[in-house]
């Protein structure tokens, strides 16, 4: 009894088959080539049949032009940047190595400074005004009116325009002299309305303002976050005699945190990535041209006007890790303040 308790445990520890009780072998059995794990760590796998094979390529086949294309405007294109990030290129020489002399040169480079300044004035006035005024629309938008389908329909419109082509019709409503605004505001009493693009001071509100044009595709993003929390916590709440306030205080925006985490990241990258707006309306109206000088405008200038691709791919990555930061702040401290239905993590 002993001795087949001993095969027994001698086939256990090497994958083999186990003895029977009067010690003879075990039934076949695929062995360890059949990707049974032991303590050894698992066995090779057994080659693949012919049908398998063909799947496999095929799959790759088909998988070819997306894989190409990721390598070809997404990697090449990333290694690229951060080699030219440490090179002095101005595209018609040879790119020279300086090391590390780009990152030290915007220490002293008065227009990656401001271009941060402005890029931070507009983050600060816009990320949290088009957050409250989505809200605000997306709580009108809930309602159960008739009609409302329409009135979503024309409010998210204009966030699918193309923004250029806004760009120059606020350029138009927000002229100094004849723009329909400033007219508007001369009508009701207001004698020296501001000069909007014209003022310095005023450039990059005006921005925030035209801003506001597209809020609908925020607001439409709270809707849908609106709509997916449960009833029977309205109910819950009030049969415990909550009002209209309480039941938006401990229900509602609880409940609506983790949409208010996703539009707060897209709108902080949305912010990061300001150019086409700033492209169209920079030094429009006899603007000083460094009141609306964007990051990601202040980098197409190094590269394409001053001819400085070394030093716009190291503003690049700059604007990468400034971006990561913050993004990585907000996911560190998501957890005070994001709540969820249910969460297996706290359970």
């Excluded at 032009?65 to 997404?74: D, E, K, N, V």
């Excluded at 923004?163 to 007219?183: C, E, H, K, R, Y």
Aim: hydrophobic share 50%; net charge positive; aromatic share 14%.
């Amino acid at each position: 009894m002993r001795l087949v308790l001993q095969r027994r445990m001698t086939a256990r520890f090497r994958g083999w088959p186990a003895p029977d009780r009067g010690g003879r072998p075990g039934p076949a059995s695929p062995g360890p080539g059949a990707g049974k794990r032991t303590v050894f760590g698992r066995a090779p796998r057994l080659p693949l049949s012919r049908t398998r094979r063909r799947e496999q390529r095929a799959a790759y086949l088909f998988l070819s032009p997306w894989l190409l294309g990721l390598l070809a405007f997404w990697i090449v294109p990333i290694v690229a940047s951060l080699l030219l990030s440490f090179t002095d290129w101005t595209l018609i020489f040879k790119p020279h190595w300086v090391g590390l002399g780009n990152y030290r040169a915007m220490a002293s480079d008065h227009d990656f400074w401001n271009s941060i300044r402005v890029t931070v004035k507009y983050i600060l006035l816009s990320v949290p005004l088009y957050m409250v005024v989505g809200l605000l629309l997306s709580l009108l938008l809930n309602l159960k009116l008739r009609g409302m389908n329409v009135f979503r329909t024309f409010l998210f419109i204009p966030s699918v325009l193309s923004g250029v082509a806004v760009a120059i019709l606020w350029v138009s409503l927000l002229n100094p002299d004849v723009g329909p605004v400033n007219q508007a505001l001369r009508a009701i009493g207001i004698a020296h309305p501001p000069r909007w693009l014209a003022d310095p001071a005023w450039a990059v509100p005006s921005v925030v303002l035209m801003g506001l044009w597209g809020v609908g595709g925020g607001a439409i993003i709270y809707l849908a976050g609106l709509q997916n929390i449960g009833a029977q916590l309205y109910e819950a709440a009030s049969l415990d005699g909550a009002g209209p306030w309480q039941r938006f205080r401990f229900v509602t925006f609880p409940m609506l945190t983790p949409t208010l985490l996703f539009v707060l990241l897209t709108s902080l990258i949305g912010a990061f990535q300001v150019f086409d707006t700033a492209y169209v309306l920079a030094g429009s109206q006899g603007a000083d041209g460094t009141s609306l000088n964007f990051y990601l405008l202040n980098m197409w200038t190094e590269a394409f006007t001053n001819q400085r691709f070394g030093y716009a791919s190291a503003l690049a990555w700059v604007m990468i890790i400034l971006a990561a930061v913050v993004i990585l702040a907000i996911f560190r401290t998501a957890s005070r303040w994001v709540y969820y239905e249910y969460d297996p993590e706290k359970e």
